[in-house]
């Protein structure tokens, strides 16, 4: 009973696989690694998003706190309140308004909108790409 069997596999052409298909396995195999890494991006920058958003929290509350403080709003008002003794003494007046200025504050807010807004772009540059990527895999 062996033996036919063994006479039954040895006859028995195996099947030659398509053209190619060494090529598409590797390209699937490429992609998926890509879809993986863009994953792992979008992770990276969902996390850095929630902690720059986090942060703009206290920036703000910083720079309002800083205007308070710095009796900038009070130099600023003078601008609509008395606008011609401002106008006759507009240097003085602007130097008065950027003494008090706020600078660190205003830094560190601006530098906490610029990471939210380039975290932003990231996020949704690797959204894009991973609609993509499987789009592409499934294609």
Request: hydrophobic letters at 45%.
């Given at each position: 009973?062996?033996?036919?069997?063994?006479?039954?596999?040895?006859?028995?052409?195996?099947?030659?696989?398509?053209?190619?298909?060494?090529?598409?396995?590797?390209?699937r195999i490429n992609q998926?690694?890509?879809?993986?890494?863009?994953?792992?991006?979008?992770?990276i920058f969902s996390a850095g998003l929630i902690g720059a958003i986090i942060l703009?929290?206290?920036?703000?509350?910083?720079?309002?706190?800083?205007?308070?403080?710095?009796g900038f709003t009070q130099y600023f008002s003078l601008l609509f309140s008395d606008a011609e003794i401002v106008l006759a003494y507009w240097q003085n007046y602007a130097l008065s308004l950027l003494e008090t200025l706020p600078v660190v504050s205003l830094i560190l807010l601006l530098a906490t909108v610029l990471a939210i807004l380039e975290l932003l772009k990231l996020l949704v540059k690797d959204l894009k790409n991973i609609f993509i990527s499987k789009q592409l895999i499934h294609n």
């Open positions: 009973m062996t033996k036919d069997w063994e006479k039954l596999f040895t006859y028995y052409n195996a099947p030659e696989p398509p053209a190619g298909l060494l090529a598409k396995i590797m390209e998926e690694k890509r879809l993986l890494t863009l994953k792992r991006r979008l992770a703009f929290i206290p920036a703000l509350k910083g720079v309002m706190a800083g205007f308070a403080e710095s």
